[in-house]
């Protein structure tokens, strides 16, 4: 990665984590293609955020909000989405092999051709 693109990315996370507690990301929040492998997200109101493409390899994203959230083609492999809510989410094509979904909302998420290799799903996932 350029030392552009690294600056960039390191602005974008860092403004993740200074929002103000009360408030949220929203659909104009854009971290398409984002680095963020081994970040600590967890708990982030991340709604409706465009997450195309990102590189969230080894996350912690425990707790996170990602209702309608666009991670289709995101590496999400070996992250960790316990308790994470995915209700509506957009992850066709997405990298989750080795990703931990306990107790993870996947109602209306969108799973086409995502990779669930050795994903830890939830109890209440259909066919587990």
Partial sequence: MSEDGFQQTARRYAALRDMDPSGRADRDTDL????????????????????????????????AILVKAHLSE?????????????????????????????????????LTGANLEETVLPQDFPGT
């Fill in 32 to 63: 398409r293609r984002a680095e963020l492998a081994g970040a600590d997200l967890s708990g982030l109101d991340l709604r409706r955020a465009n997450l195309y493409a990102a590189d969230l390899q080894g996350a912690n994203l425990s707790e």
């Fill in 74 to 110: 995101a590496n999400l492999s070996g992250a960790n989405l316990t308790g994470a809510d995915l209700r509506g989410a957009n992850l066709m094509a997405a990298n989750l092999s080795g990703a931990d979904l306990t107790g993870a909302h996947l109602q209306a998420a969108i």
